[in-house]
């Protein structure tokens, strides 16, 4: 059932076996587990089924570190979340992501990639994107002979398209079930806990029109996006720093996969590796566009302090380019119909340098006998988890009285390491198999330069209540139950405490999941 | 930064082709010399400076004109006077260098280590 919290029909306190708040990619994924099941389950949604400006204000925030998207364009606050507007590549984060790598503080989950194997399988299903495979063998797929790089320095993964737009695809499902209630237009603003602040007993649920109660459960899970999951904990006056906050670590760590060019490469246009990264109309499931690279973490390699970089190779394309478009993507995705956002291609058009680049390719056909191009080399960086990059409150309230979110996004720089290393194995790769040479961008070399004004980010907020098994180094627990609130959970990528190169929604769903399972268990 | 530090596209790519065409020119044997250096002047016309700029920024660091002389004097015991000798046996140390990291890089262009050494040694001579 989907009903409108405004209606006067609607009574204004609720109770369910199970209240989840945020109907998006990890909210849908977890009621749609439980739909036919004897728990009422009821999941509480800020908006409504489409873009309105009212609720899309409660995004509005302030950016105070390195730039970034305006905070009310890079979500989306009505059903389906932010999967009404996401690029919808999936990829998985690697086995080796898990684990704990002793030179980055802060890494490691307390989980393997084999349990969360499984529901990478079953996830698959629910973005629709087939057989969850990423490695190199898509390349017999593609028809394409790949780069052969030394497997100990560079792997190639690829992107997988998912159509999938959680709100449209999943709602007349969750509408027809029976133990399932929906509830639009209904903003949690308040939690409410036992004295100790150790059990929440309910949240309080109000609208723009000045509608208030309460939703009442014995269990809770928050799923509200990596940013607005820390502004809602941090609002809370449960304690001075907020609900779940003992670790303090409620908004920090803040991470996002910084896109940035990083240099070129000079290839020929025949050479396999131009031809392996070049659109695959055929394969429109195979983004074999964004396949790119990532140089292994092994410290037998000198060097290694980082995590992990990726890489996409795009013919003719400049960052600069992709950055506008990116914002544009941003600011056209609130209006537009999740539909018709698949034709929106965000690398709208081409820049003067491609110019420059096709005289290059001149002069080396000239000189080589064979037509070579330049290749923009953009790197998708992993972040390193750093406590100083974090979400907090600002003093400014949105309609709801709620405190405003700040992001004070940072880098490390460590994380520059990380793009000098991987560029450096790349253009040695790419060296000794003769496929192409590679120019390193002079602030990937120069550690006093500062971050180039054209890098971009991908919309993906995670690490702002990490999970760990010590409650002073988490915000979850390995069930991603908040450490310091018996029964309140997270859902989505907030909770990832080290993020890989891999876009975050395959995962999220696939956490989401994993949570719905565990929740099954307890509620029982 | 300072002019004389930057190196554009087209000058460490046609540097490469000289590396890749020419390179061990001055030590040949003086008909060879001359045969390699038409078919060079042909192929690269002007370009051999920029294989010599190249060269000089390696010549700048410390150490690299004792590789440079060494380089010369393997290239000279391996007794690798033809242009397509030379070439295979740079093409052989090209991929060794890049295996194991053995790099040089200049404005950001990476080259292999026997690449910026040839080119030293062409600004040598």
Redesign the interface.
């Known amino acids: 059932m989907i009903v409108d919290y405004r209606s006067s029909e609607i009574p204004n306190d609720i109770t369910a076996d199970l209240i989840v708040i945020g109907g998006g990619a990890a909210g849908v994924t977890i009621c749609r587990e439980f739909i036919g099941r004897s728990e009422k389950v009821c999941l509480l949604e800020a908006g409504g089924f489409d873009y309105d400006e009212q609720s899309q204000d409660s995004y509005r925030g302030k950016n105070v570190g390195l730039p970034y998207f305006d905070l009310e364009n890079c979500r989306l606050r009505y059903f389906g979340g932010s999967t009404n507007h996401w690029g919808g590549l999936c990829l998985r984060i690697e086995p080796a992501d898990f684990k704990e790598r002793s030179w980055i503080p802060l890494s490691g989950w307390p989980l393997t990639h084999e349990e969360l194997s499984r529901f990478y399988q079953l996830a698959a299903e629910i973005v629709e994107i087939g057989e969850p495979r990423f490695d190199e063998s898509l390349w017999n797929d593609l028809d394409t002979q790949p780069p052969q790089f030394?497997p100990h320095k560079l792997i190639t993964r690829f992107g997988r398209d998912s159509p999938t737009r959680f709100g449209s695809q999943y709602r007349e499902e969750l509408k027809k079930a029976e133990n399932i209630t929906i509830y639009l237009n209904a903003n949690v603003t308040k939690f409410a806990t036992s004295a100790a602040g150790d059990h929440l007993d309910s949240v309080q649920i109000s609208t723009y029109q000045g509608k208030h109660g309460s939703a009442k459960s014995n269990a809770f899970v928050l799923a509200t996006g990596g940013i607005e999951n820390a502004r809602l904990l941090l609002n809370s006056d449960v304690t001075p720093s907020g609900l779940g906050n003992s670790s303090g670590l409620v908004g920090r760590c803040f991470m996002e996969h910084a896109h940035v060019s990083s240099?070129?490469v000079?290839s020929g246009v025949d050479s396999a590796l131009r031809v392996a990264f070049d659109k695959h109309p055929t394969n429109p499931g195979l983004n074999a566009f964004y396949a790119g690279w990532r140089a292994v973490h092994d410290r037998r390699f000198?060097e290694h302090p980082f995590g992990i970089a990726y890489n996409v190779l795009r013919h003719f394309e400049t960052v600069a380019t992709a950055l506008y478009g990116k914002v544009a993507y941003n600011e056209f995705g609130k209006f537009l119909d999740p539909a018709d956002l698949r034709s929106f291609n965000p690398h709208l058009a081409l820049a003067p340098e491609v110019q420059e680049q096709e005289q290059?390719a001149d002069?080396?056909a000239t000189?080589?006998g064979r037509r070579?191009g330049?290749m923009d080399v953009l790197v998708r960086l992993e972040p390193r988890p750093n406590p100083d990059s974090r979400v907090l409150l600002d003093d400014e309230r949105d309609q709801l009285g709620l405190r405003r979110a700040v992001l004070d996004w940072r880098l490390m720089p460590e994380d520059r390491k990380t793009v000098a290393v991987f560029m450096?194995t790349l253009?040695?790769?790419l060296?000794?198999l003769e496929a192409g040479?590679?120019?390193?961008?002079?602030w990937?070399?120069n550690p006093a330069s500062p971050w180039p004004a054209s890098m971009y980010a991908g919309n993906h907020h995670m690490g702002t209540t990490r999970m760990s098994r010590d409650q002073d180094k988490g915000v979850v627990d390995p069930d991603c139950r908040m450490h310091d609130v018996d029964n309140l959970y997270i859902g989505g990528s907030s909770v990832f405490p080290t993020v890989g190169f891999s876009n975050p929604t395959f995962t999220i769903v696939s956490m989401s999941l994993r949570l719905a399972e565990h929740l099954k268990s307890k509620l029982t | 930064m300072e002019a004389k530090k930057l190196l554009p596209r087209r000058a460490f790519l046609l540097a490469l082709t000289a590396v890749a065409f020419s390179l061990g020119l001055p030590f040949r044997r003086a008909a060879a010399q001359r045969e390699v250096a038409r078919s060079v002047r042909e192929l690269m016309q002007a370009e051999l400076p920029a294989a010599r700029s190249i060269g000089h920024f390696y010549l700048s660091e410390p150490g690299h004109r004792q590789s440079a002389i060494e380089t010369l004097k393997e290239l000279q015991r391996l007794q690798l006077w033809r242009p397509a000798d030379i070439a295979r046996h740079i093409q052989a140390r090209r991929r060794s260098d890049f295996s194991h990291g053995a790099v040089f890089v200049q404005d950001g262009w990476v080259f292999a280590d026997i690449e910026a050494r040839i080119c030293a040694i062409i600004a040598l001579t």
């Open positions: 030394d240099g070129l000079a000198p290059v002069i080396c000189l080589w070579t330049m450096k253009a040695s790769e060296g000794r040479r590679v120019k390193i961008e002079e990937v070399l």
